[in-house]
């Protein structure tokens, strides 16, 4: 399949609802803001762009690449992503819905990956043998760098 590229004028262009892209080229972009509401967005390339606040509620983002990726405040809310390559440089209060369509065969990242099994330990663990299994699967570097960042909020 080959791909298309999107040329845009800032700030204008970053408005996308409803629109339906088939392998299009967003890599490398400043899409800070974008609305891609309900949009089709099947296998795009979002590879080294900016997503902070970009919307994608109900977007389908099927075998969609955000390699790379700014991803701060993005959201994903009743977004599928089935199939994506989920692997953002940084990553940070990002809105997800946790349903199948949400995570089938999506390939993530180790920031991603980490970031996800870090969350459970922000909230009070049901008992304090099976938080601190978790902590251990992370790696207590892994756990005491995330909880820097957490902490500070510096993703």
């Given at each position: 399949m080959s791909t298309?590229?999107?040329?845009?004028k800032?700030?204008?262009?970053?408005?996308?609802?409803?629109?339906?892209?088939?392998?299009?080229?967003?890599?490398?972009?400043d899409?800070n803001n974008?609305?891609?509401?309900?949009c089709?967005?099947?296998?795009?390339n979002?590879?080294?762009?900016d997503?902070?606040?970009?919307?994608?509620?109900?977007?389908?983002?099927?075998?969609?690449?955000?390699?790379?990726?700014?991803?701060?405040?993005t959201?994903f809310?009743?977004?599928?992503?089935?199939?994506?390559?989920?692997?953002?440089?940084?990553i940070f209060?990002?809105?997800?819905?946790?349903?199948?369509?949400?995570?089938e065969?999506?390939?993530?990242?180790?920031?991603a990956w980490?970031y996800?099994?870090f969350?459970?330990l922000?909230?009070?663990?049901?008992d304090?043998?099976?938080?601190e299994?978790?902590?251990?699967?992370?790696?207590?570097?892994?756990y005491?760098?995330?909880?820097?960042?957490?902490?500070?909020?510096i993703?």
């Amino acid at each position: 399949m080959s791909t298309t590229t999107v040329e845009l004028k800032r700030p204008i262009d970053c408005r996308f609802t409803n629109k339906k892209f088939f392998a299009v080229d967003f890599s490398n972009m400043d899409l800070n803001n974008a609305d891609f509401r309900s949009c089709t967005l099947h296998e795009c390339n979002f590879e080294n762009s900016d997503l902070t606040k970009a919307v994608f509620k109900g977007a389908n983002c099927y075998g969609a690449n955000f390699k790379g990726t700014i991803m701060h405040r993005t959201n994903f809310e009743d977004a599928i992503l089935s199939r994506s390559v989920f692997d953002p440089k940084r990553i940070f209060g990002v809105t997800i819905t946790m349903t199948c369509d949400t995570f089938e065969k999506v390939k993530i990242g180790r920031t991603a990956w980490l970031y996800w099994l870090f969350m459970p330990l922000l909230m009070e663990a049901p008992d304090k043998e099976i938080a601190e299994r978790l902590i251990t699967a992370i790696g207590k570097d892994n756990y005491e760098a995330l909880s820097r960042v957490f902490k500070e909020a510096i993703i």
